[in-house]
Nanobody, 125 residues
């Protein structure tokens, strides 16, 4: 069982930066893929970024070159550094994990069974 708690959201102007954190409880954190999803009002939840236990990373095309996902296994924490933020990045951002040892490059949200409560990111123009 994994519990996830996000922090670091807030209001920022376009072009600014934010760093989100997700603290995980439970054992074997290093054996989980960790990911970030987001959901804007009236839209479906969408994949943002994921980091595998090997350190390899996947990104949505819309955030490549602007967002960086990283993890600190000693702290059971995953981060999302968001730079050059745009108004269209406004959403609730969720930390998520699939079953232990599971990885799929598709990153469908229904493959993830552990979710945090979400943190709001608002980018003003």
């Amino acid at each position: 069982q994994v519990q996830l708690v996000e922090s670091g959201g807030g209001l920022v102007q376009a072009g600014g930066s934010l760093r989100l954190s997700c603290a995980a409880s439970g054992r074997s954190f290093s054996s989980y893929v960790m990911a970030w999803f987001r959901q804007a009002p009236g839209k479906e939840r969408e994949f943002v970024a994921a980091i595998v236990w090997s350190g390899s990373r996947d990104y949505a095309d819309s955030v490549k070159g602007r967002f960086t996902i990283s993890r600190d296994n000693a702290k059971n924490t995953v981060y999302l550094q968001m730079n050059s933020l745009k108004p269209e990045d406004t959403a609730v951002y969720y930390c998520a994990a699939p079953p232990i040892g599971y990885y799929s490059r598709k990153h469908y949200s229904n493959e993830y069974n552990y979710w945090g409560q979400g943190t709001q990111v608002t980018v003003s123009s």
